[in-house]
């Protein structure tokens, strides 16, 4: 089935660690986003990427990075200069700007800093 | 920039009833599209119903239908007949054309269906 896989479900991370979340799509879509939810906030966007091997930074970018190699897959890395990481972060595709885009999201990973 | 707001933190409805759930957004745009998701205990986040601001038609999808008031900058959405699986967090969120990537969200409705 076609769809947006994101892993693991749960992380957990130490200070100091630098952590990657996986997001992985089977859609063919052009354009990958990351999202982060904290609660009674609305998702934030952390990076985005319309086509291979080109990302940018959305509202929240600092202490992330990302990149993006294969039309697939859109990794994100939580860097140790990230001082507050502890949130629900959420993946998405959509098939590109134009037209009514709808986006479609993976299942989340709940990353906590232990 | 665009902001979007939904001034109810939390709502109850009885299964089988109707619940209407606000959105204002603020934008001087004039073609933009209205999205409402659903994000259910699963943490997926799912597109219930979405709007074309040029469209003067209000979009219904099954027992969910959206109260587009383009002049407030308003985008309610109405669920009928409330089923136990409504029971999940809505967000609203709005975009420009052309911009995928700015894709705003509210802040969210915990919407709880009682049996």
């Known amino acids: 089935d076609g769809g947006i896989t994101q892993s693991p479900k749960y992380l957990f991370r130490k200070e100091g660690q630098n952590v990657t979340l996986s997001c992985e799509q089977n859609l063919n879509h052009d354009a990958m986003y990351w999202y982060r939810q904290d609660p009674g906030q609305g998702l934030r966007l952390i990076y985005y990427s319309q086509i291979v091997n080109d990302f940018q930074k959305g509202d929240i970018a600092e202490g992330y990075s990302v990149s993006r190699e294969k039309k697939e897959s859109f990794p994100l890395t939580v860097t140790s200069a990230q001082k507050n990481p502890t949130a629900f972060y959420l993946c998405a595709s959509s098939i590109g700007a134009g037209g009514l885009t709808e986006a479609f999201f993976g299942q989340g990973t709940r990353l906590t800093v232990v | 920039a665009q902001t979007v707001t939904q001034s109810q933190p939390e709502m109850s409805v009885q299964e089988a009833e109707t619940v209407t759930l606000s959105c204002t957004y603020d934008?001087?745009?004039?073609?933009?599209?209205l999205f409402w998701y659903k994000q259910p205990p699963s943490r997926q986040m799912i597109l219930v119903i979405r709007q074309e601001a040029y469209k003067q038609q209000n979009a219904t999808e099954n027992r969910f239908s959206v109260n587009f008031q383009k002049a407030a900058k308003s985008f309610s959405l109405k669920i009928s007949d409330s089923q136990l699986g409504d029971t999940a967090m809505y967000f609203c969120?709005?975009?420009?054309?052309?911009?995928?990537?700015?894709?705003?969200f509210g802040a969210g409705t915990r919407l709880t269906v009682k049996p």
């Open positions: 969120a709005f975009m420009k054309p052309q911009r995928p990537n700015d894709m705003r």
């Open positions: 934008t001087s745009e004039s073609n933009y599209y």
